[in-house]
């Protein structure tokens, strides 16, 4: 195979079959890709074994630098997915995976990927039953994206969602807040935390199966792009409650502290891709956060503050002063997943 | 909103909320989409009433131009897919699409491709029922690439598949050669075609379920990209079987003709976006002709050609004189679709 990748690798002709033999089918193997049709069969009795409903996710993955401390788009490509899926309790189970390529990126990188991309896959024992693979000329793309989307099948005896919140409800956090993001701001800006930080980036079913027999659960959600602030308000949206996060109860790490104060950011508008927020009825929010304490990487986990019924969210200091916290217009930074 | 594209639309805040209520939420309404939980939630029981696999495929869509006669990458996004789903005897039913948009593209330009999309899953009984939408700087990406996955169930008794490929076994394509090809190239060329050429841009579910009593059905694939020929040679790889296509028999519009008599290319590697191989048992290959041909758009299905045990594709030509077709290393055009 050639160093760099070319447009006949994007062109239905041999280059292609070698490229998706030689990568992605090399990597990727399993009983329902290796079949190489254009679809994955998928046998239907064993998901309804599981549970009643199928959850499906799908996600673009953008990222730049393509690799950074704690993961590269290849690792946040199926764990992102994944964990869209795993919020409904569903266990993720498969996944598509789409390629597009600008010419001339590195086969080598490319390897890399899709190593990660399996690598990550296997531990969670998800498997990739279906692909595609474009390659676009130089300059029509930035390197590499990726999209995948998942099946999983929720519970019978779940029904985790926005419509269960309730005023009194207890927020929880599963862990650190804004390593993803302040680790692709470092990476980005050259901001001199290297050493420090590292990406969140994880697979959250260990945690979502954990909590599956916690009957107060109202409903989980990762806090990706926006970070907790954006979860927090499109919970206002739906569900027509208010959140207070109580500042001092917000888990944050002290290099993420430093860069978000060194730069004015409010570390809640900082992405994670690996932090869920539960919603939980108070009588088992202790049992919800001890459970998820006791899991390997669950250590930090919080309650970080109370709905009420003001449908908007607020942040109390440590004074006991309340001020609203507005969903921002945007975020600091394009391409942070 | 304003008239262009921001980095803002893809930051998780609010300007991205309005984007994706006042757009896809929009266009795309319907019950599943609208829960806006970040994952579709499907019961299974309807699923498995209607058969015992799941077909689940992806494919992106980086076409340029993105408007061509016949279609447009919204269009092509949805056939596509639901095409790949078709192509296992699984109705489509349920679609993820994925936004990647570069900043600057027009808002304008954004509503007509999701309104396509939104028209042609309409039509095709499709409903879209999960999203994301990622916006990259200028210049990371040309103007809007769409990836989309979907699943459809196939059929009990359907159990179409490249192993069940004998010698003797007919080759039927479900209509004219190359329309989408030839106008991709037309249009980006300038080859003074225009007027004459439209995409066949089409879901193919139609021509799927009329063949579906056909006992003889061995296996259906769309001849996208690499066309033909690239198909024929997947036969090969999978079946270890041989393909012989009869020139004169081969369907072709003469404008499709003319342009690729022009530029000296082999119209069977042309990439159609609406038209499908087809190996048939013998015994059954006129009814399965006659079902296509009924159809509103199958009235140029033919039968092109018959399986051999040759390992190869050939060409046999007007005189009687038989050629090896290679697969080529590539093919003519980049972003075909």
Not at 180 to 193: D, K, S, Y
Not at 276 to 294: C, E, G, H, M, Y
Request: hydrophobic share 40%; aromatic share 6%.
């Amino acid at each position: 195979m050639p160093d760099r990748i070319t447009l006949a690798h994007g062109s239905g002709g041999k280059a292609m079959q070698e490229l998706v033999n030689k990568i992605f089918l090399s990597y990727f193997a399993n009983e329902i890709l290796n079949r190489q049709e254009d679809q994955a069969r998928i046998p239907l009795a064993p998901l309804t074994l599981t549970g009643e409903k199928l959850a499906f996710s799908c996600d673009s993955y953008v990222v730049d630098p393509i690799r950074f401390p704690g993961g590269d788009i290849g690792k946040l490509a199926v764990c992102g997915t994944a964990n869209d899926i795993a919020m409904s309790g569903a266990k993720p189970i498969y996944l598509s995976a789409g390629f597009i390529i600008e010419e001339g990126f590195s086969i080598d990188e490319l390897k890399q990927v899709a190593c990660s991309m399996a690598k990550t896959a296997s531990e969670a024992g998800i498997e990739i039953v279906t692909g595609d693979t474009k390659v676009v000329p130089k300059g029509a793309a930035d390197k590499l994206f990726i999209s995948t989307s998942g099946i999983g099948v929720i519970p019978a005896n779940v029904d985790w969602g926005v419509q269960h919140i309730q005023p009194g409800d207890q927020i929880l956090i599963s862990g650190n807040l804004g390593d993803h993001g302040a680790t692709i701001l470092n990476a980005r800006e050259n901001l001199g935390f290297g050493g420090q930080l590292n990406s969140d980036c994880q697979h959250l079913y260990p945690f979502v199966e954990a909590l599956l027999p916690v009957k107060g659960i109202r409903t989980l959600r990762d806090a990706t792009r926006g970070g907790v602030n954006a979860v927090l308000h499109e919970f206002v949206a739906s569900s027509g409650c208010g959140f207070q996060v109580i500042e001092q109860a917000l888990p944050v790490s002290s290099p993420v502290r430093g860069l978000s104060e060194l730069l004015g950011l409010e570390v809640l508008n900082f992405a994670n891709e690996g932090k869920f927020i539960a919603i939980v009825d108070p009588k088992d929010a202790n049992l919800a956060l001890s459970t998820l304490r006791q899991l390997k990487g669950g250590s930090d986990a919080a309650i970080i503050g109370e709905v009420n019924s003001s449908q908007k969210v607020s942040v109390l200091n440590a004074f006991g002063a309340s001020r609203w916290l507005d969903l921002p217009w945007d975020e600091p930074m394009p391409r942070i997943c």
